[in-house]
């Protein structure tokens, strides 16, 4: 891991904990992240509102400091985007690491949960151009994100999202190498990473938008499997189960069996009406089970659905 930011502080006469409270206060509510838990604080410093990201030590890892959090202070360094989330401050030794983030309101998540209605149709376009700007962005200096769902974008009160939590974020390397299966929760997953095909690309960052997309039309998710299997099911019963003439090489992937049954699949449109002719024409495009068919964040920022705003 070269691109390893060099270390910022070496105090060992004092721990964590205790470098932590010379600068921050806890102001609010804790959440528990995939690495570790993140909570509300102040820069005392500065009087201004951060989120400070505490990873959990990790003996298996170097020097106790967990590789993801090394990667994701070593990504974060390189990018500077209005929708990406800012790293203001970290720190990292033999006792553990954190890292300190801009604040935000909430993620968007709960703002689904907790809005009262649906929400409007030009919301719904907002949020998914900001969003693939984000990631057009991330693409462009070759950056999979890998983890992109509603806890993972947060929202301003200006209605500014930003695409948070870079834990298993990575750079991509040409020609493509064979990344790991255990990324993207699951119901944000691409059939071909559940597929075993660990020559993966951006598209799988492509199918996580979209799955984000409908689930702000229906205000939950689109697919919501309990397993690996249960999820594929779900995705072959909107769009067929794939075939070697609409996913050439399908069959010799890993996972695939013979076995499965046959979907003839239903238009997306009966599931997620309230998009409109253009959003559905959108999807299907980010949806695409076949990975080399599926649109990417460049071309999808001049589609119709969502290429008005400027």
């Not at 590789?67 to 929708?83: D, F, G, P, Q, V």
């Not at 298993?168 to 190498?177: G, K, W, Y």
């Not at 309990?226 to 069959?251: A, H, R, Y």
Request: charged share 25%; proline share 4%; aromatic share 10%.
């Amino acid at each position: 891991m070269s691109d390893i930011p060099v270390q910022k502080t070496n105090e060992p006469k004092l721990t964590l904990k205790e470098i932590i409270k010379q600068r921050y206060s806890k102001t609010g509510k804790k959440t528990n992240d995939l690495f570790g838990v993140v909570y509300q604080a102040k820069d005392e410093k500065k009087a201004i509102p951060v989120s400070i990201k505490l990873y959990q030590q990790c003996e298996e890892d170097i020097d106790g400091i967990q590789s993801n959090c090394l990667r994701e202070i070593a990504i974060l360094k390189k990018l500077n985007h209005n929708n990406i989330i800012k790293m203001i401050d970290y720190y990292y030794g033999i006792e553990g690491c954190y890292i300190v983030f801009e604040s935000c309101d909430r993620n968007l998540e709960e703002y689904i949960k907790t809005f009262a209605g649906e929400l409007s149709l030009n919301t719904v376009q907002l949020i998914s151009k900001q969003l693939l700007e984000a990631v057009e962005y991330l693409h462009s200096h070759r950056i999979l994100h890998r983890d992109i769902r509603p806890s993972n974008i947060i929202l301003s009160l200006s209605r500014t999202i930003k695409l948070t939590n870079f834990s298993l974020s990575r750079q991509v390397t040409i020609p493509i190498r064979k990344y790991t299966q255990e990324v993207v929760n699951i119901w944000y997953r691409a059939p071909e990473i559940i597929l075993s095909d660990h020559g993966y690309g951006t598209g799988v960052d492509i199918w996580s938008v979209g799955c984000v997309i409908a689930e702000l039309i229906n205000s939950k998710p689109l697919f919501s499997g309990d397993c690996k299997i249960g999820q594929l099911f779900q995705i072959f019963q909107i769009f067929g189960t794939p075939t070697e003439e609409s996913w050439p090489g399908v069959t010799k992937m890993v996972n695939w069996s013979n076995r499965f049954p046959k979907f003839k699949g239903k238009q997306l449109h009966s599931v997620c009406s309230r998009i409109g002719d253009q959003g559905i024409d959108l999807l299907n495009k980010m949806l695409c089970c076949y990975p080399n068919k599926r649109i990417d964040a460049k071309e999808a920022l001049k589609h119709p659905f969502i290429s008005f705003y400027n």
